[in-house]
């Protein structure tokens, strides 16, 4: 494939879709701070800001004094976060979330229901209904949205909004797009979780510090993607890296839900530490667990941070081991893809503890890696919505410069 050559309009959008990269990155600034920071002349900034001001997508917020004595105040601009409001649809199996949120990702309502096994044009009509339904009872016009985005688990051709292969629900790849959008009354877009979700780190995170990235999600399952020279990678057939289906387990491997046996997740999963921890609570033999049952309930995805600090000896030598096998994995990623950025999130990245002993794990596999290296995720708690958010705000606002 030969490079496209820039034409005077493919130009002006490439700006339009710079300033509004930034703004949404780091807001609110001024005009000259955009021109600075993007290259550009004073005046292009100013046409841009001036055509996004007309149209509503930015707001001017109040003057501030120049750093210098002399001169004219400054006057920063910001996104207009209620310009549009997005639909977001997650799916993970069964489970499905509707999140109305605005550019921001500020939810403004939201539910959560399950839906039994169907075939794939019923299970969607049923989505679409709820959908307009939850607009319906919030009093907001299908016109203020300005898109919905999908995430789901397993690979997805985003460009056609096809899931490949959504693990426990469909085995065949099915037109999630084709399918809602005959029942919905704006535009649609699919993406995978994990791979919404790091657009949404390039989207609203400052990631000029880091070109080449790899996403790390612990929690329900293992999931990862990698960012290279700035962009979303996705491979062959629409996949991305996919740390957690590494194949670790060929004697006494289960299968895993995406139908291969000895993947990784199936040994480090969400499910997998709460049933250990079910099953050392069920044979009486730990009483620190005993009591964080009678304190907490029984263990789920909603109170496992408190289950992850108790010091029962069974399950931190567990813990430890699962750290070490996704150090393993994790490491080996580290030494291909080359990442100057390994971002963590997920419901067992969210514990500070197990974020330091996954580092001890990794460091003491390749003493090289510097913590530093490590970030984590500030969307971990928005990240049922705030992928589909960056989707849709990419397809339809930058990808097109604001248009």
């Given amino acids: 494939m030969y490079p496209k050559g820039l034409n005077l309009e493919n130009v002006k959008i490439t700006n339009r879709s710079c300033v509004l990269r930034l703004l949404f990155s780091d807001t609110p600034l001024s005009r000259t701070t955009i021109s600075d920071r993007l290259s550009l002349t004073q005046a292009t900034v100013t046409t841009i800001?001036?055509?996004?001001?007309?149209?509503?997508?930015?707001?001017?917020?109040?003057?501030?004094?120049?750093?210098?004595?002399?001169?004219?105040?400054r006057s920063p601009i910001a996104i207009n976060y209620d310009y549009k409001l997005i639909l977001a649809i997650d799916i993970h199996?069964?489970?499905?979330?509707?999140?109305?949120?605005?550019?921001?990702?500020?939810?403004?309502?939201?539910?959560?229901?399950?839906?039994?096994?169907?075939?794939?044009?019923d299970f969607f009509r049923a989505i679409a209904q709820r959908c307009i339904h939850l607009l319906w009872i919030n009093n907001i016009s299908p016109s203020d949205i300005?898109?919905?985005?999908?995430?789901?688990?397993?690979?997805?051709?985003?460009?056609?909004?096809?899931?490949?292969?959504?693990?426990?629900?469909?085995?065949?790849?099915v037109p999630f797009k084709e399918l809602l959008e005959k029942e919905l009354p704006f535009p649609v877009f699919v993406e995978s979780n994990v791979c919404a979700y790091?657009?949404?780190?390039?989207?609203?995170?400052?990631?000029?510090?880091?070109?080449?990235?790899?996403?790390?999600?612990?929690?329900?399952?293992?999931?990862?993607?990698?960012?290279?020279?700035?962009?979303?990678?996705?491979?062959h057939n629409y996949r991305s890296s996919e740390l957690g289906h590494n194949y670790v387990d060929s004697q006494y491997g289960i299968r895993c839900k995406c139908g291969h046996v000895g993947c990784l997740e199936t040994k480090i999963s969400l499910e997998c530490i709460i049933n250990l921890i079910l099953y050392l609570?069920?044979?009486?033999?730990?009483s620190l667990l005993k009591e964080a049952a009678a304190k907490y309930g029984a263990p789920s995805k909603?109170?496992?941070?408190?289950?992850?600090?108790?010091?029962?000896p069974?399950?931190?030598?567990?813990?430890?081991?699962?750290?070490?096998?996704?150090?393993?994995?994790?490491?080996n990623a580290i030494q291909i893809l080359a990442p100057d950025r390994i971002i963590l999130y997920g419901?067992?990245?969210?514990?500070?503890?197990?974020?330091?002993?996954?580092?001890?794990?990794?460091?003491?596999?390749?003493?090289?890696?510097?913590?530093?290296?490590?970030?984590?995720?500030?969307?971990?708690?928005?990240?049922?919505?705030?992928?589909?958010?960056?989707?849709?705000?990419?397809?339809?606002?930058?990808?097109?410069g604001g248009s």
């Fill in 146 to 173: 300005l898109g919905a985005g999908v995430t789901t688990l397993g690979p997805v051709n985003h460009v056609d909004g096809v899931s490949l292969h959504s693990f426990t629900l469909f085995d065949t790849p």
């Fill in 49 to 73: 800001c001036n055509d996004f001001l007309r149209q509503g997508l930015i707001l001017q917020q109040e003057s501030v004094a120049s750093s210098s004595k002399v001169g004219r105040k």
């Fill in 314 to 331: 069974t399950l931190q030598s567990y813990l430890r081991e699962s750290c070490h096998a996704l150090a393993v994995a994790t490491n």
């Fill in 198 to 235: 790091l657009r949404a780190e390039l989207l609203y995170c400052d990631s000029s510090s880091f070109r080449n990235a790899l996403i790390l999600k612990w929690g329900p399952g293992v999931g990862s993607a990698s960012v290279i020279d700035g962009a979303l990678f996705k491979g």
């Fill in 93 to 121: 199996g069964s489970s499905i979330t509707l999140s109305i949120v605005n550019l921001h990702g500020d939810v403004k309502a939201a539910e959560s229901f399950l839906l039994p096994p169907q075939e794939p044009k």
């Fill in 302 to 312: 909603d109170n496992i941070l408190h289950y992850l600090k108790v010091q029962d």
């Fill in 281 to 286: 609570t069920s044979k009486g033999n730990s």
């Fill in 347 to 400: 419901d067992i990245f969210e514990s500070d503890e197990i974020i330091q002993l996954f580092k001890e794990e990794i460091q003491g596999i390749n003493p090289e890696i510097e913590s530093a290296l490590f970030a984590k995720s500030p969307l971990n708690s928005e990240r049922l919505y705030i992928g589909a958010a960056a989707v849709v705000i990419e397809e339809l606002l930058i990808k097109s």
